[in-house]
């Protein structure tokens, strides 16, 4: 079993910046792919970026490249995702997944954290 909570959303004007944390409990963390995911009131959940479990290996969506960078921290059991450069676009509720493989798709994550809400607003 693996939980994971998101923290570090919240209220911010374009082209701020916000980091995201995914902190993780269970003895398998560095086993996991850990992937970030967003939705947007009215739309489908979609993949952000995603770290494999050494954290040598990236994925980013082309939406997001160039302006967000996911991070991991074995020791700390956390995996982070550092946003610069926000848009209203952005505007979400983000959550981190873990899963087996680096593809950007909901199918095949065994786990879900809660999510945490980001707005990008003026």
């Known amino acids: 079993q693996l939980q994971l909570v998101e923290s570090g959303g919240g209220l911010v004007q374009p082209g701020g910046s916000l980091r995201l944390s995914c902190a993780a409990s269970g003895l398998t963390f560095d086993y996991y792919v850990i992937a970030w995911f967003r939705q947007a009131p009215g739309q489908e959940r979609e993949g952000v970026s995603c770290i494999s479990n050494s954290g040598a290996l990236t994925n980013y969506a082309d939406s997001v490249r160039g302006r967000f960078t996911i991070s991991r921290d074995n020791g700390k059991n956390t995996v982070y995702l550092q946003m610069n450069s926000l848009k209203p676009e952005d505007t979400a509720v983000y959550y981190c997944?873990?899963?087996?493989?680096?593809?950007?798709?909901?199918?095949?994550?065994?786990?879900w954290g809660k999510g945490t809400l980001v707005t990008v607003s003026s």
């Open positions: 997944a873990a899963r087996r493989d680096r593809r950007l798709t909901t199918i095949g994550v065994d786990y």
